[in-house]
């Protein structure tokens, strides 16, 4: 073998092999991996293997403390990536919302359970106090008819011949007190009232029927009674009664000072007659009253 062989290419500095040793050994320029380091046989075992079939040998650069991670085959580490503060401040405002809206549905259920209860109990109420008028009416009603039935049969009252024989019918339940008989020849007084009669002297006391002949002509009697009805006091009608036989003038209204009552006045022959109740209270007995009211031939 030439002995001039040199790796410095006739400059180089490196000395020529040593042409004592294996004349297949390939020169070693430092670039060949495959060649273990000369060294003890002993520690060779131990060294890890540096190349795995199908594996690309680390880099082993001693120059630096960071490994190089362009290197192929050897796998870099993720970059680590900045947490984005957008995503938990649309999550927070998200939950806000959320806190919102549960809030708002509380609210509306106990104003709408509240609400519930008012109308529950105003219903209640309402009912109730349905129920109590209706059986106050329906006691009202059971006291009329009983009341109504004590009255029956009605009593038969008849004026004097002499004052042209007038009578009615009124309740039975009802007392009657006369006060001045045609044997004064002068005028007639009969005073009706439930239970008992007020005194007739009081100016105060009031009757559920007075019957009255005054022994003076119609015109005179109704004098008074057509100026109040001219002024607004009173109001007036024709009466008629007895099947027409019964002919007069219905007064309503004011009859007497705080006296707001109903009466009838007609011709007797040469007399006035006057049926009167002092209140409205006893209204339905005193129309009743003048459905009877009849005038008997002597």
Known sequence: ???????????????????????????????????????????????????QPGMQAPNMNMGGSAPVVNQPGVVAPPAPVATKNNGSLVETIILVIVCLVAAAAIVVAVMFYMKFKDLEENYTTELDS?????????????????????????????????????????????????DKDASDNGDFYAYFNPVSVPPTGNQNSRYALRFVIYNRQYDEVVKKLVTNVNNGKLKSQVFKANNGQISGTRFEGELESKVIGTLV??????????????????????????????????
């Open 1 to 51: 073998m030439d002995q001039n062989w040199n790796n410095g290419a006739n400059g180089g500095s490196m000395p020529a092999p040593n042409m004592g040793m294996d004349p297949n050994a390939v020169p070693n320029n430092g670039m060949n991996m495959n060649q273990q380091p000369m060294g003890d046989p002993s520690q060779q075992g131990a060294m890890p293997q540096m190349q």
């Open 130 to 178: 349905k129920v109590a008028t209706a059986v106050a009416e329906e006691q009202e009603n059971s006291a009329k008819k009983i009341e109504e039935e004590k009255k029956k049969p009605n009593l038969e009252f008849r004026g004097p011949e002499d004052y042209g024989s007038v009578s009615f019918q009124y309740p039975r339940t009802w007392s009657v007190y006369i």
């Open 265 to 298: 006045a007609f011709k007797v022959n040469d007399k006035t007659a006057v049926l009167r109740t002092d209140s409205n209270v006893l209204m339905d007995d005193y129309e009743q009253i003048l459905t009877t009211l009849r005038r008997n031939s002597n």
